[in-house]
């Protein structure tokens, strides 16, 4: 089942952009400069806020602050060394703002990665833990993918203003404008006072997320590894704009790629729906 896990990963980490942060933002952004305890540079740190600031605006404002659930349907595609590894299966994801939660699951037909009706793998993340869950029964995650699973998460543009940017010790900095990928873009940088840091770019016209970078060393090799997540292909939905193409990528080479065909906000969503002990129906023949 690893590779479908790898799969079933690309779906649930672009979620980090999607995600609603209820209030917590006007906190964040009335945090003032003078609570800062590091140096930095007074006009680039009130232009890094009010450019964060802009950049909640051009998603949606306060539809998109209030979020609380939202349903995801489309496809994802997993990556080797920058190579396209199997086909570009439909997934289904399924989240919930507080408390935590998403499931992910994967559409297949027969073990085969083929698009219909029938659910047979899902992940679940809730509580810190991820579980896999088909027909047979529940199995928790590894270590090492739910560590990785949270670091993603933890570097989302959601944590960074739900979190990051209420830390009295937060350094923001407006790193200035750079081409990316024929893209120009305002670069702003968010460091907490343990040095964890992001680089947030935002199109310079539209002042949407383009792509957020972090770095971060590993444990085992004890070498640094960056990772990036990019955003794209913008549509409006319920007064959000919502990213429908969503590509990760690891020390340069593409990991994966999510393409988004329907997303539904504020749907009910039942607790079952995030119990890792709710089992999926066994497919038909």
């Not at 602050?65 to 199997?86: N, P, S």
């Not at 083929?114 to 992940?123: N, P």
């Not at 990051?164 to 702003?188: C, I, N």
């Not at 840091?197 to 060393?217: F, I, K, N």
């Amino acid at each position: 089942m690893a590779g479908m896990r790898l799969g079933l990963r690309v779906g649930s980490v672009g979620l980090g952009l999607a995600l609603g942060v209820g209030a917590a933002w006007g906190q964040a952004s009335a945090v003032p400069s003078a609570q800062v305890s590091r140096e930095e540079g007074v006009g680039e740190a009130k232009r890094g806020r009010e450019l964060m600031e802009a950049m909640v605006a051009a998603l949606g404002g306060e539809a998109w602050l209030h979020r609380t659930t939202w349903i995801v349907q489309g496809r994802v595609a997993k990556f080797y060394k920058g190579q396209l590894d199997g086909g570009a299966p439909e997934f289904e994801e399924y989240g919930r703002m507080n408390p935590f939660g998403v499931r992910v699951v994967m559409v297949a037909h027969y073990g085969a990665l083929i698009a219909t009706d029938h659910r047979d793998v899902a992940e679940v993340w809730t509580g810190g833990r991820g579980y896999e869950i088909t027909y047979k029964g529940t199995t928790a995650l590894g270590a090492t993918e739910v560590a990785n699973f949270e670091r993603t998460r933890e570097h989302s543009i959601d944590v960074v203003v739900r979190e990051w940017l209420k830390e009295p010790g937060a350094l923001v900095t407006y790193a200035g404008a750079k081409l990316v990928e024929s893209e120009l873009v305002d670069e702003v940088s968010v460091e907490r006072e343990s040095g964890d840091a992001v680089e947030v770019r935002l199109d310079q016209r539209t002042h949407l997320p383009v792509s957020v970078v972090w770095r971060w060393r590993d444990a085992e090799f004890k070498d640094w590894d960056t990772e990036v997540v990019e955003f794209a292909d913008y549509h409006e939905v319920q007064g959000i704009m919502t990213p429908y193409s969503i590509v990760t990528k690891k020390n340069g080479d593409r990991t994966g790629e999510r393409f988004v065909t329907k997303v539904v906000y504020n749907v009910a969503l039942g607790d079952e729906v995030f119990d890792p002990q709710q089992r999926l129906e066994k497919k038909g023949k």
